[in-house]
């Protein structure tokens, strides 16, 4: 909750400089800005690569069909909920914003840094996926513990770059995007726009868990708001961590709460901690959805369109890093590589992103109770 608040000091520290600040001032601000969004996306395809293919090769070789089952599981539930806000995005986004106002449009650029560095990343997203694949199954395979050791120690590296240096930096960053946005005279329709995007993706975040736990329900001939509650403890436990790897104790519980074999709960749950993440895909679809509505020159596609985003943004963020905003991170790539998103509008994701973190990594642990109840009673079969 702490990153949380100084997301929304960075957010209004950037909109009174934007507005009352003398021009060096915020110049100074959007020099940083522009440094550390290099440093950024220089960072995305390393973070790619290095805990994909760590991810991969770390999965556990024994109970061949529990790891397939749970693994397809985490992944259906994250496309699944991502389709779906796509389609509830796309019907209520433009109803939504029409009340709102204006569209969201990229700042003028009357001020500019006072200087500009470029830093071409190592790889492009699409290499670093395939490479992190490649590794990471071969890997496995071969059980190559040696370069394993390699990827693991890279992966070390990123995550305390994450932890050190980007994540403390971020609201200084969105501080920058929102000084250029108020500058520009477009915050205040930028901000009314976003908050009622957030309440739209924190609703669709219940509504994914209704859908997971009365399927869930039909199978085991339960009631589903008896199961979810079950999960409540998880899921407020999560809003104060921001992480589904820090819940993992209180999900076990829960979810044995539930009646899971303690076998199968310790099996599935560590393991959709880093590979379901239904609610964080539900958050950055729909708010995609909502910058491609709102900001210029950027198209919509349809559902077939969109599809491909979806389905690498669930295999891009396996095994996202255990710090807040690991996953809209992971995202940034497919973000500008693949919907076309520049910098502001990335920032503005991020900034969405963070300031519900807690309430999509909520969504994801207590769907993770869900499929590992699914398991259990496929196991019985």
Not at 49 to 59: N, P, Q, R, V, Y
Not at 62 to 73: D, E, M, V
Not at 217 to 241: D, E, N
Request: charged residues 10%; contains cysteine; hydrophobic residues 55%.
């Amino acid at each position: 909750m702490n990153l949380i608040v100084k997301l929304i000091a960075g957010i209004v520290l950037g909109i009174v400089i934007g507005l009352i600040a003398p021009d060096w001032v915020v110049q100074i601000l959007l020099t940083f800005k522009g440094l550390f969004g290099q440093l950024l996306f220089f960072t995305i395809p390393l973070l790619i690569l290095f805990f994909i293919t760590s991810g991969i090769a770390g999965l556990p070789r024994q109970s061949g069909r529990l790891l397939g089952q749970t693994l397809a599981g985490a992944y259906l539930s994250t496309i699944m909920a991502g389709i779906l806000a796509f389609i509830a995005a796309v019907v209520l986004v433009p109803m939504l914003t029409t009340s709102v106002g204006e569209a969201i449009t990229d700042p003028n650029q009357t001020l500019g840094p006072f200087i500009e560095v470029n830093i071409p990343p190592l790889m492009s997203i699409m290499t670093a996926l395939v490479a992190a694949f490649i590794f990471g199954l071969g890997i496995a395979a071969r059980e190559a513990v040696a370069l394993k050791q390699v990827f693991d120690q890279g992966r070390d590296v990123i995550e305390s770059l994450l932890v050190s240096v980007i994540i403390p930096f971020l609201p200084l960053y969105i501080a920058g995007v929102f000084a250029e946005l108020s500058a520009a005279g477009t915050v205040f329709a930028t901000l009314k726009t976003f908050g009622v995007i957030l309440a739209l993706s924190v609703s669709l975040h219940w509504v994914w868990i209704l859908v997971l736990y009365s399927i869930v329900g039909l199978k085991t001939k339960r009631s589903p708001f008896s199961l979810i509650r079950q999960m409540l403890p998880a899921y407020f436990t999560a809003l104060g961590t921001m992480s589904s790897a820090a819940t993992i104790p209180v999900t076990l519980k829960s979810a044995e709460a539930n009646g899971v074999d303690p076998k199968i709960a310790g099996f599935t749950i560590p393991l959709c901690a880093t590979t379901h993440l239904s609610g964080s895909t539900i958050t950055i679809v729909a708010c995609a959805v909502a910058v491609m509505v709102l900001q210029e020159g950027l198209a919509l596609p349809g559902l077939i369109g969109m599809l491909p985003f979806i389905l690498t943004l669930g295999v891009v963020m396996l095994a996202a890093p255990g710090v807040p905003g690991g996953a809209v991170m992971s995202a940034v790539g497919l973000l500008g590589s693949m919907l076309g998103f520049g910098e502001t509008a990335v920032a503005l994701m991020i900034a969405l992103y963070m300031a519900q973190d807690s309430f999509g990594t909520a969504c994801n642990v207590t769907g993770d109770g869900a499929i590992s109840l699914w398991i259990n009673e496929s196991q019985k079969s």
